[in-house]
């Protein structure tokens, strides 16, 4: 039992929403009938209004009131899982690059990964920006210092990853140019050229990327939409293959949106761990979660170093600052080193801005209000397509983050349908992007981190119209 | 004849100093008495020491007047050409790695290859900081913005080349993370695995580094301490080996200063086209020199597309800000699908403000500004080490950039003078890092672009004192 008074209030009207007393779109008891109702103060009841707003079950709308939410679980079903593929070179690199190429300045890009800027906090920024530069430009622009950022970021890293369940010092954390660099290091320090790593499927096209660069084979585990990684599949998988590596998203999982549940999680670092296998884990999307608690990353239950975790804050305060890390456990030497080969270091001026931005504590707030925005404009996207997609399409229903994996009917092909899209200006990722034997060419990734409108609901309607004309 | 009447001044003045009319150290005419000397204005005696200013022929002693500065040429003998060697792996990175890490803080790092931040223009960056903080930060956090800040960039850059002599657009620049990046994608879209690549000798332990990563094989070529390269002995070793790409720095050499005359360029770049041979330039240090023009790139005499050219503003903005170049000629598509595949973006915030900052003009006026004091400090130090260290000593003279080579006798080992100096925290880079084959073990390099004052020459004669123990 909840032991707040408005927590006992809030679970009380999620209640009848569940037991549809009150349907999606019905108008709840204005404040002043809901003071009469439950016999408690008008704040209590804000406060119980707005915890139903952090779940997800109302919206507020201006002078009018509070309104139940609909979920969208009945809209359309879930894309199913695939099976287990077999090991097998990527080659994805030249079909990403052309979509990123030929879209980067579009209007409509739901094909980037990126929120839009106006879910960053620009006003903080340019604050914590205009007092770094004041005070600190002189130490941030070379080497020698006296301030010696990269360990001011690491600290505060360890801090926040506190929130993911993890225990860590600044020691234990690499910084990186974003969450791919991260993840190509952890790839390079745990495997080599021809090894079998096993992914996710579909996959994040980031990893299939760094997969190819280090010309390693890609194994393909079916991934439940909810669920995340299948761990009977893996257990098979290894048993068949020689995995040098896992590299996983384990917490809204891009492209499909699953989190794996906190069981499975502890299963797989159990299983990882008997065989001694690394296991890459991808947390870019960690701190968007809708409902509930911050997920444990798998991190958190290694306690033998083999979970290489990686992050960035660029699905959260924008990939322009490329700020991203790693905590390799026991690859930790090994990441430092090859991270110095390669000779590619990070500007401080960007790790000075995320450090001093996290010391600020608006971060927290920060996150809390875009996720929220991120639940809403799913919905939102997902009832479109609901609406004006063709008969038998299926969308993911993820609790987080901000992507969109859309299943149409087989015999579109997605490839078409993008070479269609972008001669009016919108584009989003085909599923062959996603796969290294082409699982998902009637597939797509939406970005629904963009600004809502009629005209952004317009441009997905054309995309609709659009898929009937790309048939195989 | 100068056409100036200045010009005809300062070069009267000039020969007057060559001639040992006036020697080093001796005050020169006021300029009242050179008015009258003359029989000009104020402004053209002015002017005219200006210029022998900027010939680092005469100094301004404040509240003094103008004196003749010596030249460091008499002090000590340059340090010598060696042999070619045979390919070989490379394997520096551990020692770099430690050395790195083990002085970054130091006082005195003469190790680093970095300007203290005394010689960066910060007041001029935090001015264009606020200005792009205020007006662009939307726009540069996340994609898909309305600037194109990566295309701002590369026209400052193309602009800027024009002084290397280059006739670019910005289609044909792509920018990296540093100057380091930018080589490690040239190599690796000009050969593979295994093969031969011919660098100068001493090398810039970066490109050894980038050898090393690729596992490919370094070619030292004897390398002269004032004309850089030795055209004859890379003709021989063409013949001798399957050399599959050469990366040079063909001005202000790092560590050697040297700078290839004008007619060498033409040849070096000749020599290759007949051969198919990719040139890697780093240009790092280009446009830090102190006398006359300057330098062409190679690239400028390149009609073939065979020379990829790399710089960054490392070395002139500071090295935090991570923006670097390469104009890759015919290698342009490759090095920008390497790019993606490596998935190592920059920092768009820098890039804004190195174009911002170029688009203020001051660029130029800072470089005038430090490349006097590099010269003046390059050879406050060679006097000190030409004062100090063993009998036997040579020190190499650049024109340009702000490192020197210094070569110590036979028999001291400079990794034993590097373990015993960073007991006093004071650093180096020892010369084992500068070869693949240990040429160069009784050699260290050291930055002069520290401030100067009588504790930096106090670190130097301890050093000094230490080489005397460092004994084979």
């Not at 509070?66 to 969208?72: A, G, R």
């Not at 094909?111 to 106006?118: E, M």
């Not at 034997?437 to 809502?452: E, Q, S």
């Amino acid at each position: 039992m909840n032991k707040t008074l408005y927590g006992q209030i809030s679970a009380k009207i999620a209640e009848q929403i569940e037991n549809e007393v009150y349907l999606p779109g019905d108008k709840l008891p204005s404040i002043r009938k809901a003071c009469q109702q439950f016999k408690v103060s008008v704040s209590t009841i804000q406060q119980a209004y707005s915890q139903l707003e952090n779940l997800y079950l109302a919206e507020a709308r201006p002078q009018s009131g509070y309104y139940v939410l609909s979920q969208n679980e009945n809209l359309t079903e879930e894309p199913e899982m695939t099976d287990t593929g077999t090991p097998i070179p990527v080659s994805v690199n030249d079909g990403i690059f052309q979509v990123i190429k030929e879209t980067e300045n579009f209007k409509y890009n739901f094909g980037a990964a990126y929120p839009h800027s106006d879910f960053l906090p620009v006003a903080q920024l340019q604050k914590t920006i205009r007092k770094i530069s004041r005070h600190h430009l002189k130490d941030l622009l070379t080497t020698g210092s006296s301030i010696d950022v990269n360990l001011l970021l690491r600290r505060q890293l360890a801090q926040r990853m506190t929130y993911a369940g993890c225990q860590l010092s600044a020691n234990d954390i690499v910084t990186t140019s974003g969450c791919k660099d991260a993840l190509s290091l952890c790839l390079n320090a745990v495997a080599k050229k021809g090894d079998v790593i096993a992914i996710e499927s579909p996959a994040f096209p980031g990893i299939l990327q760094a997969i190819e660069a280090l010309e390693m084979n890609a194994l393909e585990i079916p991934t439940h939409p909810k669920e995340g990684i299948s761990i009977d599949a893996l257990k098979l998988a290894l048993e068949q293959w020689p995995i040098r590596a896992c590299a996983l998203i384990p917490t809204f999982n891009n492209p499909l949106g699953s989190s794996m549940p906190e069981d499975n999680r502890k299963e797989l670092v159990e299983l990882l761990k008997i065989r001694e296998i690394p296991l890459i884990e991808d947390d870019l999307f960690g701190d968007l979660g809708t409902y509930g608690q911050r997920a444990n990353a798998l991190k958190s239950y290694d306690r033998d170093g083999l979970v290489l975790y990686c992050s960035s804050v660029s699905k959260s305060l924008g990939p322009g600052l490329k700020v991203g890390w790693i905590s390799p456990g026991r690859y930790l030497k090994k990441i430092q080193k090859l991270k110095f080969l390669n000779s590619v270091t990070e500007s401080t001026l960007s790790q000075m801005i995320v450090a001093e931005y996290f010391a600020t504590g608006n971060y927290d707030k920060h996150i809390r209000r875009i996720r929220n925005i991120y639940a809403q404009n799913r919905k939102l996207m997902a009832a479109c397509i609901a609406d004006h997609f063709p008969k038998g399409t299926t969308i993911s229903n993820p609790s987080g983050g901000y992507m969109l994996w859309v299943g149409l009917p087989a015999e579109i092909n997605t490839w078409k349908l993008y070479n269609l899209a972008i001669k009016d200006k919108i584009s989003f990722l085909p599923g062959i992007l996603f796969s290294p034997t082409g699982k998902y060419n009637n597939f797509l990734r939406l970005n629904a981190a963009v600004p809502w409108s009629s005209e952004t609901e317009n441009a997905l309607i054309k995309l609709a119209k659009h898929s009937l004309k790309a048939i195989d």
